[in-house]
C-alpha cells in the first residue's frame, strides 16, 4: 500500500469512527422544529447557589447575548451577581462569561430583564441588600434576594458586548421585580410588565424613546387572590386586536393567569385562568408572540419542586384554543451535577425566549440549577 493510500484509509476509518460514534453517543433528546442546542455555561459547585432565571435578546440571526444570575453562596436564593455570554455565530459557540453587575459589601443582584430597541440593548437588574434585614436565622446575610431596593438599567451599544450604567427613575413600589420583556405599542409608549409586595401585577410606562423616566400604569385587582397569587408576569400585543394587551402570569394553579388592557395598560381585567396553558406555580414561563401575530408559550412541567421537561404551545391569530403541547428539552442524566445538593436536580426551567427572524426564536433555560442552555425553536410552520 501507498502512503498516499494508506492516509486515505486511515482518514476515512477515522471519519467512520466519529460518525458512528456521533450517531450512538447518548445526548439531549430532540424536539420538533429545534437546532444547536448547546451549553453556554455550567457550575457544578458542591451545594448549589440556586435558579440563575436566565434571559436571551437577539440582535440578528446570529448575534445572541444571555445574562443570568449567578448565586454567592451555598443556601442562597433568588439573589448573587450578573454574570453574560454572547454569541457572533448563531449559537454555535459562545464568548467566556462577563460580569454585567458585581456584588459589592453592600449589594447584591436579584433579576435581569433583557430589552432591544433600536441598535440599543437595555438589562433591567433587581438590587438587594447583603444584611439580612429580618436576621431570622441569626447569620446575618440575606438568603432570599429580599427586599429589592432598587431598579438599575444598563445599556449596551455594541450588540451586549460591553454595558455601562443608564440612569432611569422608577415609582416607589415594593419590592419591584420585572421578568417580562417591555413592548414598544402604536403610540410610542413602552410598557414593561412588573410584579411586587402582595401580588400585584401591573405595569410601568415610558413616554419618552430614551427610556429614562418611567411612570405606575394600572394593576390587576385579584392578583393575591385564593388560587391566583399571581407573579413574573409577561404582556403582548394581542394578534387579534391592536388595541388590546394580554397578560399572562403564573399562578398557584393548574393554569396560568391572563388578564387584559385596552388603554394601553392604565387598567386591566381581573385575572381568569387561561385555559390550556399549564403553571401549576412552576416557576416562570416564556409567553410571547412572534412577527407573524402567532402566540407561543414555552413552560416547565411538575410543579415548584419537580420540574423535569420543558414543552411549549403555539396560537395563531384567529385561533380559538392553544395547540397540542409539543416537547421542546430534557436535559440527560449525563449532564447532571454528579454531586448535587437541595433542589434542582434534572430540572429545565425558567425559558426565556427572544425573536431572530419571523416565527424564528433563541431560548435559554437552565437545566439540573448548574447549566444554562441555548437552543433555537422555529415555530414558522407550526399548525
Not at 62 to 88: F, I
Not at 134 to 147: I, K, S
Request: glycine residues 10%; charged residues 20%.
Amino acid at each position: 500500500m501507498t502512503r498516499e493510500r494508506g492516509w486515505t484509509a486511515l482518514l476515512t476509518a477515522l471519519v467512520l469512527a466519529v460518525l458512528t460514534g456521533g450517531l450512538l453517543m447518548p445526548g439531549p433528546a430532540s424536539a420538533e422544529g429545534t437546532s444547536a442546542e448547546k451549553t453556554v455555561y455550567t457550575n457544578t459547585m458542591t451545594g448549589g447557589d440556586g435558579t440563575r432565571t436566565p434571559d436571551i435578546i437577539s440582535t440578528s440571526a446570529s448575534d445572541a447575548v444571555v445574562a443570568w444570575r449567578e448565586g454567592l453562596r451555598p443556601g442562597n436564593r433568588d439573589m448573587g451577581y450578573m454574570r453574560y455570554s454572547y454569541t457572533t455565530d448563531g449559537g454555535a459557540t459562545w464568548s467566556r462569561p462577563r460580569t454585567l453587575a458585581q456584588e459589592t459589601d453592600e449589594y447584591a443582584w436579584h433579576y435581569v430583564m433583557l430589552y432591544k430597541s433600536g441598535s440599543e440593548l437595555f438589562a433591567f437588574l433587581g438590587r438587594t441588600p447583603i444584611a439580612d434585614p429580618t436576621d431570622e436565622d441569626d447569620d446575618t446575610w440575606n438568603n432570599n434576594g429580599l427586599p429589592i431596593t432598587a431598579t438599575v438599567v444598563k445599556r449596551s451599544t455594541d450588540e451586549g458586548h460591553t454595558w455601562q450604567d443608564y440612569p432611569v427613575t422608577v415609582p416607589a413600589i415594593g419590592n419591584l421585580a420585572i421578568s417580562g420583556r417591555p413592548i414598544r405599542l402604536a403610540n410610542g409608549n413602552t410598557v414593561l410588565p412588573y410584579w411586587g409586595t402582595g401580588r400585584e401585577n401591573g405595569v410601568l410606562i415610558a413616554t419618552d424613546p430614551s427610556l429614562k423616566t418611567w411612570t405606575k400604569g394600572g394593576t390587576v385587582s385579584n392578583g393575591n387572590a385564593t388560587g391566583v397569587k399571581a407573579g413574573e408576569n409577561q404582556i403582548v400585543v394581542s394578534p387579534d386586536d391592536p388595541n388590546t394587551l394580554i397578560m399572562v402570569a403564573r399562578a398557584d394553579n393548574a393554569n396560568a393567569m391572563t388578564a387584559t388592557s385596552t388603554d394601553g395598560g392604565a387598567s386591566w381585567t381581573a385575572f381568569t385562568a387561561a385555559t390550556g396553558l399549564p403553571s401549576n406555580n412552576a416557576a416562570r414561563s416564556y409567553f410571547g408572540k412572534d412577527s407573524n401575530g402567532q402566540l407561543l408559550y414555552i413552560y416547565t412541567t411538575g410543579d415548584t419542586n419537580t420540574r423535569p421537561s420543558l414543552y411549549y404551545k403555539t396560537k395563531r391569530p384567529g385561533a380559538t384554543s392553544w395547540s397540542a403541547a409539543k416537547f421542546f428539552a430534557d436535559g440527560p442524566a449525563s449532564q447532571q451535577d454528579p454531586t448535587p445538593a437541595g433542589t434542582g436536580e434534572g430540572w429545565d426551567t425558567y425559558p426565556m425566549a427572544d425573536e431572530y427572524a419571523p416565527g424564528k426564536f433563541f431560548v435559554t433555560w437552565e437545566f439540573d440549577t448548574t447549566r444554562i442552555k441555548v437552543n433555537r425553536l422555529d415555530i414558522s410552520d407550526a399548525p
